[in-house]
């Protein structure tokens, strides 16, 4: 081995934003995979854009923050923060392309085929639509508007983030020599797909900014409308928190929030062929450079496919729904307090169902035995049953302390209405540790029983809401093991004051050692390779982006230790390159499911270790967040989470392999056994509960060792 390798050579590693952005393309090819039932294809197009959204208002926005304070650090790939908006400019656009060439020139004419119409109100629309139109104009949509002209004594109004809004160019009836400029925003609290009457059994849909331009001239009686086109703008949306100088952090997020609206404009998006004269204008008044600025070839913001997505009547457009099963240690309605007691379980989600976790923060708020509930909350559903039982907890007068992550980038609104709710029920809330973020996934239960207080916890890789774990894969484990309890009640102590035990058990946290934990994991597996013995790392995660950890895989890739990733989204490392990663393989799978579990295998000479947890490779997890990684102990549980490993890196229908060039390609199925992992974990599933899925009751099996 060539000792001289710089693993950390810029020419090593891709661009995190460009690593991305061919992330948010691997979304958009299931939109474009004809196997897929049509209505899921659409979903696709739809989280492709939710996607690109946020990506702009953050990660863009990042970048244009650095170029305006003229930082001129280079990232770990070699490149400035102008270097790379220029090439997201170029990958951005190229991507949009794509996704509006899908929508219209594949997805509409198939939607047809089914009967299905999206129509335009210029020019598709019967006589009796038109009427429909007109009147639901008048009696729905006219009440809502705010027409808002710009002229001398009206100046140019806040455009909020994100609203769709149409833009008009009037001139007077009788004096046709002056322009004047106007806007209406697209009201949301109105549905915006709206349905109109159609002939026998099609379906017609009409857009609500396509009602509001045909309408237009009602809005503005005396001018007349030279044109009108619809806009929407992105704004700088990630916030700046000084928590040293915030003596209330709740008060400062709900301040910063209101900002949100006031934020740089990052993206202007407007309707293709738009007037020059009005786009002129526009481009003044919000500040925006032409690079900044994105020609729409049909409708702009297509998250509203999310809507028809759901239409009724098309279920054979759809999969056929699936109903996370029953995990077989736990009976619904049992004691789930003595379940724990005989062993470890695990939890795989969303093939088994999340009922397990809610009835445990259930249970525990009415056992009279139960003396404190702590948990840690980051992102929660819209009317979470964990939270009605914490506050429920609280007023049957146990101790219930509770983390509630204020810092939850688009949540924190919401999250600020339960951590108020939860005060109020007597609970005590904190708002987490100056400078970090709480992303660990944690609950603890001490209850009194007869041999003394016994604590039960449950360790996840996803968060505790009960909406999401049935769109989410994710990992977790019930136990009541004293090593993990102590472990439990240190991290809490640490959370709500300034504990730091001298001593830990099992649990692994960042940002005090976990990266010093991985590296020496990924550094023995190194060791063991040069000393001739057999090694293997088999890591599974969202996102892979430490320089310090990429490094470390490359020296160890280097050794001769072989490595398989299961990276869902950005990966900044590279395969293939001689002398560097020759060892090392990616792959990424986008199904149905969105992929959210981390789990880590490291071979260690024969006796391996697995451990899961909160914590993706990317600094923010390892240096300014507090995550918890956790080992898998139990040699069934450890079998259970090799065996998902083993099955995702056997995935030959929805993987996709990364090559040389960065660039990511499915794999050869020609002679081979179709293996699409999610839907054989759902069969998994359906099989370990044999009383209620009858002839159903025999188990796929796939060997549980990762694939030599």
């Known amino acids: 081995m060539d000792t001289k390798i710089d693993f950390k050579d810029p020419a090593y590693y891709e661009n995190r934003e460009l690593s991305w952005i ?294 054979h457009l759809r999969y056929k729904p699936y109903t996370p099963q029953q995990v077989p240690e736990i009976t619904p309605g049992s004691d789930i307090f003595a379940a724990i007691r005989k062993g470890d379980i695990f939890l795989h989600h969303p093939y088994e169902t999340f009922d397990p976790v809610v009835d445990f923060i259930r249970q525990a708020s009415k056992d009279p035995d139960v003396l404190a509930i702590k948990q840690t909350l980051y992102r929660v559903s819209g009317n979470s049953p964990i939270i009605s039982s914490l506050a429920q907890a609280a007023e049957n007068g146990k101790q219930v302390s509770v983390l509630v992550e204020l810092k939850a980038r688009f949540d924190e609104e919401h999250n600020i209405v339960w951590a108020k709710k939860l005060e109020q029920a007597g609970c005590h809330v904190i708002y987490g540790l100056v400078g970090l973020k709480t992303h660990s996934k944690i609950a603890l239960v001490v209850r009194r029983e007869e041999d003394g207080i016994r604590r039960y916890v449950h360790l996840g890789t996803g968060n505790y809401n009960d909406s999401t774990a049935k769109l989410y894969t994710d990992c977790g484990i019930f136990t009541c093991k004293e090593s993990i309890g102590e472990d439990a009640t240190a991290v809490f102590n640490m959370l709500s004051g300034y504990s730091e035990p001298l001593a830990w058990n099992e649990l692994v946290l960042a940002p005090y050692w976990l990266r010093d934990k991985f590296l020496r994991l990924i550094g023995r597996e190194a060791k063991n390779a040069q000393q001739g013995r057999e090694a293997r790392i088999v890591a599974k995660m969202n996102s892979l982006c430490d320089p310090g950890i990429i490094a470390a895989l490359y020296e160890a890739s280097a050794s001769g230790v072989k490595i398989d990733l299961i990276v869902r989204g950005i990966c900044c490392l590279r395969v293939g390159i001689p002398g560097v990663s020759e060892n090392i393989s990616v792959r990424s799978i986008v199904g149905n499911f969105l992929e959210h579990s981390r789990i880590f295998y490291f071979y260690n000479d024969g006796n391996p270790e697995v451990f899961m947890g909160s914590a993706d490779w990317m600094p923010r997890n390892l240096d300014r967040r507090v995550e918890i990684v956790f080992p898998v102990i139990e040699e069934e549980l450890k079998e259970k989470a090799l065996h998902i490993l083993h099955v995702e890196l056997e995935d030959n229908v929805k993987a996709r392999v990364m090559q040389p060039d960065g660039t990511y390609e499915k794999l050869d199925k020609r002679g081979k056994v179709l293996i699409n992992s999610q839907e054989q974990f759902c069969a998994e599933a359906k099989a370990a509960v044999p009383d209620q899925n009858p002839g159903n009751n025999q188990r796929l099996f796939i060997p549980a060792e990762p694939a030599e």
């Open 22 to 315: 061919k992330f948010d393309q691997r979304v958009l090819s299931e939109a474009r995979d004809k196997s897929i039932p049509l209505l899921e294809r659409l979903k696709f197009v739809s989280i492709t854009s939710s996607n690109l959204d946020e990506f702009f208002m953050v990660r863009v926005a990042s970048l244009k923050d650095m170029v305006h304070a003229k930082y001129k650090k280079r990232d770990i790939a070699g490149m400035t923060a102008t270097e790379q908006l220029s090439a997201i400019n170029k990958q951005a656009r190229e991507l949009v392309n794509i996704q509006y060439s899908t929508f219209s020139r594949s997805l509409m004419p198939l939607l047809h085929k089914e009967g299905i119409y999206l129509l335009d109100a210029h020019e598709d629309l019967s006589e009796e639509q038109a009427r429909f139109v007109d009147r639901y104009f008048m009696e729905n949509v006219y009440p809502v508007l705010t027409p808002m002209a710009v002229d001398a004594s009206r100046p140019f109004p806040l455009i909020r983030n994100k609203t769709l809004n149409i833009a008009a160019l009037l001139t007077g009836k009788k004096t046709e020599d002056e322009t004047v400029f106007a806007t209406v925003q697209v009201p949301s609290v109105l549905p915006r797909l709206v349905q109109i009457p159609s002939e026998g059994e099609t379906k017609s849909f009409i857009l609500l900014e396509q009602i509001i331009e045909r309408n237009i001239g009602i809005l503005f009686s005396n001018y007349k409308v030279l044109c009108a086109y619809p806009y929407r703008i992105m704004r700088n949306a990630d916030l700046t928190i000084d928590e040293d100088e915030a003596s209330d952090l709740l008060k400062e997020i709900e301040n910063k929030l209101k900002m949100r609206q006031w934020g740089e404009v990052i993206r202007l998006e407007i309707e293709e062929k738009v007037d020059k004269k009005l786009l002129k204008f526009l481009k003044t008044e919000l500040k925006v450079s032409d690079e900044d600025i994105f020609q729409i070839a049909g409708p702009i913001d297509l998250t509203f496919l999310m809507k028809m997505y759901g239409i009724d009547g098309y279920d």
